[in-house]
């Protein structure tokens, strides 16, 4: 099973500060790992996501970047943030292929707002 | 474009009151449809995952099933403490286990 630290629960931010969200796993080496964003009452929106250290694809145009300097930390940044920058992002991770069951394990969110 | 579409977004039921969520989906080439359990102010937990029309899978008072173009998650007498927003995903066959969500069904459960 695999264990994600992510952290704060709860941030509030000014317009046009910068933001970094950071996100551990523990277990397996090499997991694939996912950036997602949910607005209020809405699904789970891709944002980013890592098949290796370094290896970052991103799935929407937007004021967000990411990177993976380690096998198992993922971190979510911006140099400005936006009014909808605002919402709950999700950290989580998924076995590498070939390991298993294709489900994915999540942190346990934080809360983004900004003011 | 794989899409995700839940019904009903909300549900009110009474204890004991059984009923069934809906998931329809688009995919090209189903890799396995997955249900999640979603508290407020929390990460999504797994509950299912099927990967094929027929299957179906069971955990306490829920049951989940699959066509070729939806999936069915029955909640049979259920309880207060399986109040939640019940999400469903599916991953396609080659996108490096990228999961399409739908916006998910709020499911309370009055005692």
């Known amino acids: 099973s695999q264990t994600i630290h992510q952290w704060p629960a709860t941030l509030v931010q000014p317009v046009g500060s910068p933001l970094s969200l950071e996100c551990t796993v523990e277990?397996?080496?090499?997991?694939?790992l996912y950036w997602y964003r949910q607005a209020a009452g809405r699904g789970l929106q891709l944002l980013f996501y890592?098949?290796?250290?370094?290896?970052i694809s991103s799935e929407v145009p937007q004021n967000l970047s990411a990177s993976r300097p380690q096998d198992r930390q993922f971190i979510l940044s911006s140099k400005k943030l936006l009014l909808s920058d605002s919402g709950f992002y999700l950290c989580?991770?998924?076995?590498?292929?070939?390991?298993?069951?294709?489900?994915?394990?999540f942190g346990s969110g934080t809360q983004l707002s900004v003011l | 474009e794989d899409q995700v579409t839940q019904s009903p977004e909300a549900l009110r039921l009474q204890e004991g009151e059984s009923s069934s969520l809906n998931c329809s989906y688009t995919?090209?080439?189903?890799?396995?449809l997955f249900w999640y359990r979603q508290d407020p102010g929390k990460g999504p937990e797994f509950l299912f995952t099927?990967?094929?029309a027929g299957e179906e899978k069971e955990k306490e008072r829920l049951k989940a099933t699959l066509t070729k173009k939806e999936s069915f998650l029955h909640i049979t007498a259920p309880k207060p403490e399986d109040s939640a927003t019940y999400l469903c995903?599916?991953?396609?066959?080659?996108?490096?286990?990228?999961?399409?969500f739908g916006d998910g069904t709020t499911l309370t459960v009055k005692p």
């Open positions: 989580a991770c998924k076995l590498p292929p070939g390991q298993g069951n294709e489900k994915l394990f």
């Open positions: 277990g397996t080496s090499n997991p694939n």
């Open positions: 890592s098949v290796g250290i370094g290896q």
């Open positions: 995919v090209s080439g189903l890799r396995g």
């Open positions: 099927l990967y094929s």
């Open positions: 995903a599916v991953q396609a066959g080659t996108n490096a286990g990228k999961s399409t």
